[in-house]
């Protein structure tokens, strides 16, 4: 796939798709052409977006799902981006012009949410949730990647996956679960590792590293014979997960509601996650899982909105490339 060119001085309007009001994404995101580059802090760098990824929490956002501890509109939206450096700000160390750099740019998943994000030309983010892309990721990779390894990695630290235990995953083919069975595998060395999925994408659950594939069309979880020392629940079917989970186990879920004992969690976004998986995902022990269907056009964002709304996605949704 093409890179991208270091562009020197970067302009002062650019395009980006904009939301004035909540609502449904197909009726108010709109494409604007005169849209204010963001002026960076001190501790931020302007980057060049070459791509950026969907999530879930994006379309939650613009219906107004968030609306009580977001920013209000008009609002860029958009968490994942894979771009270059083109400004630094004045006290901003880490990185150079001209570096190729990834990462979610809000720190809080829910709070203190940036008015304006990813799906543009031009975005502003903290150094501090930025990472250098590996060199050998596409930028399509590199995007679909933050948000989603993040909370991946974070839930399995929060429940305390370690070497030579075993772990269900829910929701093994999406955007986070595709992560957590290759995590709890290849850094977290699970002993075994279990994930559903739909008929189609079983093989795919076993090519990331699942040793039993479950087909939830045809088995439910809580009636498996065989239960495990930790619940990953990416789907919100935490009631479901405490039937699966060993006496003593740990279960974290994503989506309420919580059934108890299963925990839930914010991800606080970081750079340092990205940096730290760098050798895995350097030497390919995890992958990007892109969604087939993409990477979808800048222009084709509503489409890629529409197609992440229908839960069918396999991996990520990625929008490429931008402009």
Not at 284 to 293: E, G, L, N, S, Y
Request: charged share 20%; with cysteine; net charge neutral.
């Amino acid at each position: 796939m093409a890179e991208a060119s270091c562009v020197s001085t970067p302009p002062s309007v650019n395009k980006a798709w904009i939301y004035r009001e909540h609502g449904e994404t197909a009726h108010v995101l709109k494409f604007e052409t005169n849209v204010a580059v963001p002026q960076i802090k001190e501790d931020q760098v302007l980057i060049k977006v070459v791509a950026a990824a969907l999530n879930p929490i994006d379309a939650k956002r613009i219906l107004g799902v968030l609306r009580a501890t977001d920013t209000a509109p008009p609002i860029v939206p958009g968490y994942d981006v894979a771009g270059v450096v083109v400004k630094l700000g004045s006290k901003a160390s880490k990185f150079n012009i001209g570096d190729e750099v990834y990462g979610d740019i809000n720190e809080e998943s829910s709070l203190n949410l940036k008015k304006f994000g990813t799906l543009a030309e031009y975005t502003a983010a903290e150094e501090r949730l930025l990472a250098l892309k590996p060199k050998n990721l596409s930028f399509v990779e590199a995007a679909s990647l933050p948000a989603a390894i993040e909370t991946a990695y974070e839930g399995l630290k929060r429940v305390g996956l370690s070497a030579g235990q075993s772990i269900l995953v829910l929701g093994g083919a999406g955007g986070c679960g595709t992560h957590v069975i290759q995590l709890a595998k290849h850094v977290f060395g699970a002993s075994r590792v279990a994930a559903t999925a739909s008929t189609k994408k079983l093989d795919l659950l076993r090519s990331l590293g699942a040793d039993l594939a479950i087909d939830y069309t045809k088995e439910n979880v809580e009636d498996l014979p065989e239960k495990f020392d930790v619940v990953y629940d990416a789907v919100g079917q935490s009631d479901k997960a405490v039937k699966a989970v060993k006496e003593g186990g740990r279960v974290v879920t994503l989506i309420g509601p919580i059934t108890p004992p299963a925990s839930m969690f914010v991800l606080t976004s970081t750079g340092s996650i990205l940096e730290k998986l760098k050798p895995y995902l350097e030497s390919r022990k995890v992958k990007a899982v892109i969604d087939p269907t993409g990477p979808y056009q800048f222009s084709k964002t509503i489409d890629a909105f529409a197609y992440l709304q229908t839960s069918r996605a396999t991996g990520k949704v990625v929008v490429y490339p931008i402009p």
